[in-house]
């Protein structure tokens, strides 16, 4: 299991949860349904990138998760799967000798020049760049 999986999902659910509470406008099975997506999310960001396999799971239409996890926090599904990557990422540059074209396989990208334009689209810096920063 990534290293960072472990520490996002407890502040991600405090955080809904907290936001909820003080909106008091989203219903409960869209509560449900969100913290359904952020417990498996840890579980299966490395392998599974897009939003078909998270509602796949849930037994709900992508469409229907996409619309309850921005109703909830205001972002997107990708948004928190892209997170959960970078956050692993950023983590396997700083403290692993792994090569980037290693971390873009374990990260399951198709190839290193992908993982290194997702990388660069959200850190701002390329892997290598962040890696020697």
């Not at 956050?87 to 290693?102: G, N, P, R």
């Not at 873009?104 to 990208?109: C, H, I, Q, S």
């Amino acid at each position: 299991m990534p290293v960072i999986s472990a520490i996002l999902p407890a502040y991600v659910l405090q955080n809904a949860q907290q936001r909820a509470i003080v909106q008091r406008q989203t219903p409960q099975r869209v509560e449900e349904i969100f913290i359904d997506f952020i417990r498996l999310l840890p579980r299966h960001f490395v392998e599974h990138h897009d939003i078909p396999f998270y509602a796949d799971q849930l037994h709900i239409s992508p469409v229907y998760l996409s619309r309850v996890v921005r109703q909830v926090t205001g972002r997107t599904v990708v948004d928190y799967i892209n997170q959960m990557l970078l956050m692993e990422a950023t983590f396997l540059l700083k403290t692993s000798e792994l090569s980037i074209t290693q971390i873009a396989d374990r990260l399951n990208f198709a190839d290193a020049p992908s993982f290194s334009k997702f990388f660069s689209r959200l850190k701002g810096l390329s892997p290598r760049t962040y890696r020697e920063s």
